[in-house]
């Protein structure tokens, strides 16, 4: 997560000290991804050093106030400008590894895995709703970054019902795949030999 | 909200159902036992075939359970005479269905003051709660229109408003968001929870977990049986402890 875009596109809006830079992200972001100040004068820090942000002195209150630079500006405008790049390989999903090994493990009841997964997912997003149904109209910004953990836990409960029906189908060439594994692992096992 | 000690007012004990005898027999629920307390929305998930939709027919009086009991406000459905089970049906049930089943021949306030008239109200009164039970849902305006000149979702809230009109306590909903786009489906799920939080007793079959999450337990069926449940709400608030 971009804690760096985050605090130069708050300084683009105005010149902020480090307490203000943590207090705005959080309350911009529904307090979703709490920062703590270390981090945020690292991350000024090297801002300042890659000449993107530049430090304004005090205000005789003891608060060191920074501004953001041309340069900065440029970062700002290029960051939102651009998409999100998704990452390759992406980031290792570790419900999705759990269930491509519990399908070809002996002795695995998938079932149980999906259920209870469900079941968890289902307790998160009970509580986003509930969340939800108590912001106001006015919260925009949080109620889009609870819509986001909403529609993520969503899409994951319908990969969990997806993957029971394909189970459902696909039971008994399951099974084959698994007695077909010790060729799979042979060929594998000679891949990482040639490798090394 | 519900209390300590509430009496539930759905309650379904040990209820199988079979279609269909011998090798051919269907069991469409196989011993399920469900109990939703005044103020309480329970949703009920599962893949098709999986009875959510028996187990609705069965709470509203609509179908018979083969053996096992529902009680609707301590009334023993099984029991009942044809007469005091449509009785029942319209003083204590109300339906939302996904097909809206909204009668096209008749305005919005004529729809949804017909089960007051079926129960005996006179015209007058049952227009009169007709009116309040369409501004609770802000379509006091469009009282006098037909269906066809309706939005779908203007439609679907029609449609709940004749489910909640009169002192019903269980409210009934399957996939009540049928087809509309998620602003409106969320509109109309609010107004579940809202008739919930009023004291109502709700069941909500969804296959969309979104729409699940407003309901304060979750119960998961399959092949006729529920095999998990979230808990209720308490169990489920610590996840974004402070957050707002």
Redesign the interface.
């Known amino acids: 997560m971009s804690v760096r875009h985050g605090l130069l596109a708050l300084l683009a809006e105005q010149p902020r000290y480090g307490y203000q830079l943590r207090a705005e992200f959080e309350s911009r972001t529904?307090?979703?991804w709490p920062l703590n100040v270390g981090q945020v004068y690292t991350t000024l820090a090297r801002l300042e050093r890659d000449g993107l942000v530049t430090p304004q002195g005090g205000d005789g209150e003891g608060h060191a106030y920074y501004a953001i630079t041309d340069v900065g500006r440029a970062e700002v405008a290029r960051w939102f400008a651009e998409p999100v790049a998704r990452s390759a390989p992406p980031p290792r999903d570790e419900l999705a590894i759990k269930l491509a090994l519990a399908i070809t493990a002996p002795g695995v009841d998938v079932l149980r895995i999906t259920?209870?997964q469900?079941?968890h997912?289902?307790?998160?997003?009970?509580?986003?709703?509930?969340?939800k149904?108590?912001?106001t109209d006015r919260d925009v910004a949080?109620l889009l970054v609870l819509d986001s953990l909403?529609?993520q836990?969503?899409a994951e409960?319908?990969w969990l019902?997806h993957c029971?029906?394909r189970l459902a189908r696909a039971g008994a060439a399951v099974h084959e795949a698994v007695s077909s594994q010790p060729e799979r692992h042979a060929i594998a096992q000679q891949a990482r030999g040639a490798g090394s | 909200m519900t209390g300590p000690g509430a009496q539930p007012i759905l309650r379904m004990v040990d209820i199988h159902r079979t279609h269909g005898r011998g090798e051919a027999a269907v069991h469409a629920l196989r011993g399920v036992s469900l109990h939703v307390l005044p103020g309480e929305l329970v949703a009920v998930?599962g893949?098709s075939g999986s009875g959510k939709s028996t187990l609705l027919t069965i709470a509203g009086g609509l179908d018979t359970a083969t053996s096992g009991e529902a009680f609707v406000e301590g009334v023993p459905l099984g029991s009942l005479s044809g007469r005091d089970l449509a009785r029942v049906r319209r003083r204590s049930v109300g339906y939302v269905f996904q097909d809206l089943n909204l009668i096209p021949a008749l305005t919005a306030a004529e729809n949804v003051a017909l089960p007051r008239e079926l129960d005996g109200a006179s015209a007058r009164q049952a227009r009169r709660e007709a009116i309040d039970a369409l501004a609770e849902l802000d379509l006091g305006d469009l009282a006098d229109r037909f269906p066809d000149d309706m939005s779908g979702g203007q439609q679907q809230r029609a449609a709940i408003a004749r489910a909640l009109i009169g002192p019903r306590r269980l409210v009934l909903a399957d996939e009540p968001t049928g087809a509309l786009d998620s602003e409106t489906g969320e509109a109309v799920l609010?107004l579940l929870?809202a008739r919930c939080d009023a004291g109502a007793a709700g069941v909500l079959v969804t296959?969309?977990?979104?729409h699940?999450?407003?309901?304060?337990r979750?119960v998961?069926l399959r092949d006729g049986l529920i095999?998990?449940?979230?808990?209720g709400?308490a169990?489920?608030?610590?996840?974004?402890e402070?957050?707002?």
């Open positions: 529904g307090a979703t259920q209870a469900r079941t997912t289902l307790r998160a997003l009970q509580d986003y709703t509930r969340l149904a108590r912001a949080w909403i529609f836990a969503e409960i319908r019902d029971e029906s | 998930m893949p609010r929870r296959h969309e977990a979104r699940a999450a407003w309901a304060d979750v998961f095999v998990d449940d979230t808990g709400q169990e489920a608030e610590s996840l974004l402070g957050m707002r």
